[in-house]
Each structure stands twice: as structure tokens, then as C-alpha cells.
């Protein structure tokens, strides 16, 4: 119950017609959203060293029409500068993400393949920044039922093509 209330609370803004759940799996969900068409896997995640500015969550998205799977993206609990680094850190693995304000991605579709595969077999994953002020802020996700609500958004977006 812990890992599903804030989730559920995180997408109350988007209208409810507008995707299907997919499932829950521990804290992460499923969904799919056939009017844009699209599907993906989301996580709230958790924000250290002091209060966050706003709610870190991440996500892996495909867009079959677009003919893109496996993209990742992070919305960070706190604002960062351009061109700064960020690290995304994933077991003894360690990813650049470029990032534009508040959101983070990886640079190519390989980076998201490694990412999404790392997300498969590592119990947790970290961003390491540092926000607009200077100040150095981790978001970090358990990623306990990652890989089946990625699976099950895989599988949903099937149907979407």
C-alpha cells in the first residue's frame, strides 16, 4: 500500500479517460493512454537531503505510431541548469542524462536499451545533480516491479499498433 498512494495521487491531474491501467506492480504502475497512442511504466520516486521542490518520478515510455520503446525520462524533484551534470547511477553503472529544467534524459536509443536493461536486475536507481541554487540533491527509485509494469506497458502498446 505504501508505493501505490502516492503514485495513484501523482496522475490524479491527468483525466482519467485519457489512459488505462495497466496494473500496479510494487511501486510501479502501467498504463496506456490509446488516444496519443501510448504506454509506459511510472514510479514515484524519493528525493534526499532535505525538503524536494516538487515530485521526482520516472518513467519508460513507447510511442508505437512514432516507432519509439524503451525511451526513459526522469522528472527531477528539483530544478536544474542546463548543461550541468547529471549522473544517473544503476548498480556499478553510471549514465549521462542531458536535461532541460526539471526533466532528464538519456542522449540515444542505446543508452535507453542499457538503462532499461540495468533497470531489470539492480534492486534500485539513483540521479545524482545538482539544482539551480548549487546544492547537490539525489532522486532515487526502488526498482522492485519495474520490469513488469515495463513489461505490461510493453505488451499493451502491442495492441496499439
Known sequence: MRGTWPLTLL???????????LGMFDQWGAFRDPQVPRCYAIARGESSHGEPAGVAYADVASWPKRGLRGEVH????????????????????????????????LADPRMNAAVVAAMRFNPAMAVLARDSSGRHFTDSWPLAGAASAMDSAAIGCAELR
Open 11 to 21: 496522475l490524479v491531474a491527468a483525466p482519467a479517460a485519457a489512459r488505462d491501467s
Open 74 to 105: 526522469f522528472h527531477l524533484s528539483r530544478k536544474v541548469v542546463s548543461g550541468t551534470a547529471i549522473e544517473l547511477a544503476i548498480g556499478n553503472q553510471r549514465f549521462a542524462l542531458f536535461s532541460d529544467g526539471s526533466n532528464a534524459w
